[in-house]
Structure formats: structure tokens, C-alpha cells
């Protein structure tokens, strides 16, 4: 029997409009700052996307879109009126910035309560110490699906390859906060196909075209694919999807898995961001 196929569109709808009801009942909407540095074609697509998505839920959309060449200074100098603004209750800056700029230190300038990326030191040290605090949208929006597909979490088995600080580190931590047992796979693990074979749920961020094959999955385990890859054969996620798919119980599929999910949590982390 085919596994279930996780449906993130849907999913990421129902989120989308749940903000939206409760953004209509705020008596100030939110305003969300996304910054847009350059020209980056992919880039402006994900903030016109976002905007877009935040306008039909309610949030006011206040964008800057500052020039290729701007300064560390001035960047610094737009997210501290950013900060002061009252008007703005969230700001994302949109990367990657041009390769002059430090991002490291331009995320972690801003204000940690309108961090709606849930990317700044004191956001993921909020995570880490398991205090309130707003939460990275990818990694958010995995654990919206397992609960959308009523995934017990408590106790499970979970593996998540992948430690990057955007997706696969704040994916363990979430799922620690769930009382999942974690472990974590990276790029120096031995052996990756049993570390995974062990997982009731199996969370592939590697950024490797169909890195996780069918053998590696447990019968009846649930494969959330974060991954995503424009091929010559179209989209393509971290998990060989055809194969896969014959083993776990329930899996997303790439694309209409975890894509629509970053979104719809961005704009639920606007909501709580303008909500103290
Ligand atoms: P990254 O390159 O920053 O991190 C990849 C991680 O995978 C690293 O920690 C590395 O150690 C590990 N890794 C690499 N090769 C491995 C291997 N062979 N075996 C085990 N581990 C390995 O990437 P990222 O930003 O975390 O993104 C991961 C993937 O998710 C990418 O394909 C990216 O495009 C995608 N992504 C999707 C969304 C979305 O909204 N759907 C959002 C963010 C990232």
C-alpha cells in the first residue's frame, strides 16, 4: 500500500486563513518590513510572494527594497528605524545579501520581538532554552504538517538530517521541545542509512538531490522532505519521492510538501509578533 501524500497546500491554507481571521480581529493590523537588498531575481520572487501573502491576510505591507551597493552602515542604520517604528511589528531581511554585507551581524541587530524569521542569536537561544520566543518558519511549518496528520511526536523516533542554523538545528530542538527522541545527521555522520532506518520520523534538510532512498526508510515512518531542487525533470526534494513512497507510511511530497508551509508560518509569526 502507498504511503499517505502530506498535503502542505492545504495545510498551509487552513494557516493562512486562520491568521487571517485573527488578523481581522486585532484592532491594529500587523506590518510586516520585508527588506529586499539588490536586484537577486529569486530573491524578489520569495518577497513578492510574501508580500503578496501577507497583504490578502491583513498585514500591512511596509517593504523597502534598498539598492545592491548599499553599506553595512546604512542597512544597519534602515533596520534600527525598523526597530523604532511602532508601526512595524516584524521585519524580515531577506537573504542572501550581496557579498559585501555581513548578514550575521545585520540579523542579529534586529529587534529580537519582531524577528519573524526566527533567525536572530536571542530568538534561537529562546528555542534552545525552550522559553517563548518566535521560531524559524521552515522547521515551524514541519511540525505544523505532523500535527495536521495527527503524527505522535512524544517518544517517536526522530532523525533530522541536516544542522544548518536555518533549518536542521532549530528542526531538533522543536522536536525535543515535542519530547521527540532526536538525533541528528549531518555531512560527517558514518552511516547515514541506518542512523535514518531507525527513524519513526524522518526529517531530510541536506540539500542533496534524492539522498534518501527507499532502503533507508522504515516501514511505516513518516518522511518530511524540506529539501528542493530544479532539475532537468522538474522539482525535486532530499528523498527519492517514487521509491520512498512505497515504504513510509506518510510523506510530502516536493513539490506541495513543506514549501507552502514557510510561508503561511511567516505570517503566523507576524500575527504573533504583533500580539506581545
Ligand atoms: P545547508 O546546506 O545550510 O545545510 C545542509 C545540511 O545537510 C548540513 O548541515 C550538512 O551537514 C548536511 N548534509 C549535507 N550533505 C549531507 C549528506 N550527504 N549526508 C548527511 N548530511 C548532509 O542547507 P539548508 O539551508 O538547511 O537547506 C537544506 C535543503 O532544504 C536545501 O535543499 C534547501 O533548498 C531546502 N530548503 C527548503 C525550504 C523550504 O521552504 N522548502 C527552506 C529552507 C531550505
Redesign the pocket.
Known amino acids: 500500500m502507498g504511503a499517505t501524500v502530506i498535503d502542505g497546500r492545504e495545510v498551509a491554507r487552513s494557516v493562512r486563513e486562520r491568521v487571517a481571521e485573527e488578523v481581522a480581529r486585532l484592532a491594529a493590523p500587523p506590518g510586516l518590513a520585508t527588506v529586499l537588498v539588490g536586484d537577486d531575481p529569486a530573491s524578489a520572487l520569495y518577497v513578492r510572494n510574501k508580500r503578496k501573502q501577507c497583504t490578502q491576510a491583513g498585514i500591512r505591507d511596509l517593504h523597502q527594497h534598498l539598492p545592491g551597493d548599499v553599506s553595512q552602515e546604512s542597512l544597519s542604520a534602515v533596520i534600527d528605524e525598523l526597530n523604532a517604528d511602532h508601526d512595524v511589528t516584524g521585519i524580515l531581511l531577506q537573504l542572501p545579501l550581496p557579498r559585501h554585507l555581513d548578514p550575521a551581524a545585520l540579523i542579529g541587530r534586529i529587534d529580537p520581538d519582531k524577528d519573524v524569521d526566527g533567525l536572530t542569536p536571542i530568538s534561537a537561544g529562546r528555542l534552545a532554552q525552550g522559553t517563548n520566543g518566535l521560531r524559524p518558519?521552515?522547521p515551524s511549518?514541519v511540525i505544523e504538517l505532523l500535527d495536521a496528520y495527527q503524527v505522535p511526536v512524544e517518544g517517536a523516533e526522530a532523525v533530522v538530517?541536516?544542522?544548518?542554523?536555518?533549518?536542521?538545528?532549530p528542526q531538533a530542538q522543536l522536536l525535543l521541545e515535542r519530547n521527540a527522541t532526536v538525533t541528528i545527521?549531518?555531512?560527517?555522520?558514518r552511516d547515514?542509512d541506518a542512523a535514518c532506518g531507525r527513524a519513526d520520523i524522518l526529517i531530510?534538510?541536506?540539500?542533496?538531490?534524492e539522498?534518501i532512498r527507499a532502503d533507508a526508510i522504515k516501514p511505516g515512518a513518516t518522511v518530511i522532505d524540506?529539501?528542493?531542487?530544479r532539475t532537468d525533470d522538474g522539482l525535486r526534494?532530499?528523498v527519492h519521492f517514487e521509491t520512498a513512497r512505497h515504504v513510509a507510511g506518510a510523506i510530502t511530497p516536493?513539490p506541495g510538501?513543506?514549501?507552502?508551509?514557510?510561508?503561511a508560518m511567516l505570517l503566523r509569526n507576524t500575527l504573533a509578533a504583533a500580539q506581545p
Open positions: 518558519c521552515t511549518g538530517v541536516g544542522r544548518s542554523e536555518l533549518v536542521g538545528k545527521c549531518h555531512s560527517r555522520t547515514l531530510v534538510a541536506a540539500g542533496v538531490p539522498l524540506v529539501g528542493i531542487h526534494g532530499d516536493v510538501g513543506v514549501g507552502p508551509m514557510t510561508i
